[in-house]
């Protein structure tokens, strides 16, 4: 197939004018349903990090519940329970407990 693509586009088949067009038209597809939407969807998990603050209760990707009591540079200490503490990386904080609420999660406080 990739062999017929590229002799299309070189003007082997035919109408190379076609084949680059039809080229284009599947880049332009594969951006507008794949690439597009996870750039969009990065950039909003990327700006609730950074709004990530002291006292903010949420929840990591391993689901672990707890709140957030100091944030370094890319690590952040969460206490899970009273006076358990432990350090993650930042990157690994999923979602607030204001997003697991409005989701209709179970969580029990």
Known sequence: ??????????????GSLSGLIMIALVFAIVWFLIVFPQQKKQKKINAFRDSLKNGDKVMTAGGIYG???????????????????????KNSIYQSMQDVAETGADVKK
Do not use: F
């Open 67 to 89: 709140t957030i009591r100091q944030i370094k540079d890319n690590a952040v200490i969460l206490e899970i329970a009273d006076g358990v503490r432990i350090k993650i990386d």
């Open 1 to 14: 197939m990739l062999n017929t693509i590229l002799l299309q586009a070189s003007g082997a088949g035919g």
